[in-house]
């Protein structure tokens, strides 16, 4: 079969490397993208005197019917297409004949396939912002459901601090928040137009660049044709920033997966989001949550292999940076179910507040016993060297801080007192944290404030 670039070759290709060279399997993907740019590009030319005025008509209506074919699963590929410009100019020429034929003027697939990745970045990340909020809202609305249950914190994954349960789910509205306003600063990068570059240098045709920038909705022109067709940065960058944001879910998921466990038994998954074994009948796994943990798996290895790929490459275009749209694509794919799946685990959480302080130790008070002795006056160092001791003497004699009677806590330090047993009250603990960004109740409720304004689009005033 012909290739489109077959004049200066005698021989075909080989099967084996025909296989090999295509692309279509994965970049039919881009259909929509390819037929946006093209008939931008028809415009152009039209413009430049390529086209007359009525044979860009033509071209146009009938880049709609190929779209209109991919749309309803009729567009029939040839062996000889390569890749979907390919393709789509093929169909195009099949059509219309020698019209079509100068649909290629000055034009290069170099600049084509990086057109089309910007602009389906350019709605993949429009998708992700809003599937992002949708998230966020739910964790508020979970935040605010568990403002006033409180439970251990962990470092170390050992207990460490009393503290409310919506302020940790405020913590991941907030990694959210994160994640979304890096998607909102890539917008900036992503949106710069390559077509008008070429092959290499630039397009011998006299198209105006402005013109399809304004018709592909861009903001930018690339300033350098050989960046524009060699670079493929702005792809790494969202591979980072679903990497970044499937890191945040996947640490969740595994806090979630640990709470859902009888051990903790903090919180139950709702059976939508969980599966049961094929052997043990009392199972209920939280499966939604570990392929979401182990996907985030894939998505670094999807911005791996974009850095992998144009590590040391020569400029400008070479056939390895048609690699670049499987993880491209998977990215987007995973992030894209990642976050439904989240938001419908969260939305269906079922908090089982009576176990949040089950198996919490006094020893959690003991940073609240140090800053008593310190509101007393002792040094912090020498507080905490005190209580440490306390906590030692506990654990050696198997009793609870709260056990110890006054007459043993004299020696220890005589800054002790009857207010000793009032330090054991989970929520006078997170009260005390009451700087802005704490646990306290206030700054809890400032938080949710904050997050009502983000989620409302009003100015976030941050402090
Ligand atoms: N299928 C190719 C890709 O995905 C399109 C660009 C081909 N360019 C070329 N000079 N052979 O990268």
């Given at each position: 079969m012909p290739k489109l670039w077959?004049?200066?070759?005698?021989?075909?290709?080989?099967?084996?490397?025909?296989?090999?060279?295509?692309?279509?399997?994965?970049?039919?993907?881009?259909?929509?993208?390819?037929?946006?740019?093209?008939?931008?590009?028809?415009?152009a030319l039209a413009n430049a005197g390529t086209f007359t005025k009525s044979q860009q008509t033509k071209v146009a209506r009938s880049l709609r019917e190929i779209g209109k074919e991919f749309a309803e699963g009729k567009?029939?590929?040839?062996p000889e297409d390569?890749?979907?410009?390919?393709?789509?100019?093929?169909?195009?020429?099949?059509?219309?004949g020698d019209t079509g034929k100068k649909i290629h003027t000055g034009r290069s697939r170099n600049e084509q396939v990086a057109t089309d990745e910007r602009i389906f970045l350019k709605s993949a990340m429009a998708e992700a912002g809003?599937?992002?909020?949708?998230?966020?809202?739910?964790?508020?609305?979970?935040?605010?459901?568990?403002?006033?249950?409180?439970?251990?914190?962990?470092?170390?994954?050992?207990?460490?601090?009393?503290?409310?349960?919506?302020?940790?789910?405020?913590?991941?509205?907030?990694?959210?928040?994160?994640?979304?306003?890096?998607?909102?600063?890539?917008?900036?990068?992503?949106?710069?137009?390559?077509?008008g570059s070429g092959a290499v240098t630039g397009s011998t045709a006299k198209i105006d660049r402005n013109l399809l920038?304004?018709?592909?909705?861009?903001?930018?022109?690339?300033?350098n044709s050989i960046a524009a067709v060699s670079d493929r940065g702005f792809i790494a960058d969202f591979?980072?920033?679903?990497?970044?944001?499937?890191?945040?879910?996947?640490?969740?998921a595994e806090d979630l997966i640990m709470w859902s466990s009888t051990e903790f038994a903090f919180v139950e998954l709702d059976d939508a989001y969980s599966t049961g074994s094929s052997m043990m009948p009392q199972k209920k796994n939280p499966d939604s949550l570990e392929l979401i943990r182990g996907k985030t798996a894939r998505s670094i290895s999807d911005l791996n292999s974009l850095l992998m790929l144009q590590k040391g490459l020569p400029l400008t275009y070479s056939k390895d940076l048609q690699e670049d749209k499987e993880p491209m694509f998977d990215s987007v794919d995973t992030l894209l179910a990642s976050l439904k799946v989240f938001t419908g685990v969260i939305s269906t959480l079922k908090v089982k507040r009576a176990s949040l302080m089950r198996?919490?130790?006094?020893?959690?008070?003991?940073?609240?016993?140090?800053?008593?002795?310190?509101?007393?006056?002792?040094?912090?160092?020498?507080?905490?060297k005190v209580v440490g001791r306390l906590v030692l003497t506990g654990a050696q004699t198997g009793r609870k801080l709260r056990q110890f009677s006054p007459e043993e806590l004299k020696p220890i330090s005589n800054l002790?007192?009857?207010?000793?047993?009032?330090?054991?009250?989970?929520?006078?603990?997170?009260?005390?944290?009451?700087?802005?960004?704490?646990?306290?109740?206030k700054r809890l409720k400032e938080q949710l404030a904050l997050a009502n304004r983000i989620l409302s689009g009003r100015k976030s005033d941050r402090r």
């Open positions: 077959g004049g200066r070759f005698t021989k075909s290709m080989s099967k084996l490397m025909s296989e090999f060279n295509d692309s279509l399997p994965f970049d039919k993907r881009l259909w929509k993208e390819e037929i946006e740019a093209s008939t931008a590009y028809s415009a567009f029939r590929f040839k390569e890749d979907i410009h390919t393709a789509i100019e093929r169909r195009l020429v099949e059509k219309i809003v599937l992002l909020r949708a998230l966020q809202s739910a964790v508020r609305d979970l935040a605010a459901d568990s403002a006033d249950d409180i439970l251990p914190s962990y470092t170390h994954l050992q207990q460490a601090q009393l503290v409310r349960l919506g302020h940790y789910f405020m913590a991941l509205f907030f990694m959210l928040e994160d994640d979304y306003r890096r998607l909102k600063d890539l917008k900036v990068r992503m949106d710069v137009l390559p077509l920038k304004r018709e592909l909705g861009f903001s930018e022109l690339s300033p591979l980072f920033v679903a990497a970044q944001t499937m890191i945040h879910l996947g640490r969740f198996n919490t130790d006094d020893s959690i008070y003991a940073t609240d016993i140090a800053d008593y002795l310190v509101e007393k006056g002792m040094p912090f160092r020498e507080a905490h002790f007192d009857g207010s000793y047993y009032k330090i054991f009250d989970p929520n006078k603990s997170v009260e005390g944290r009451d700087v802005y960004g704490g646990t306290s109740s």
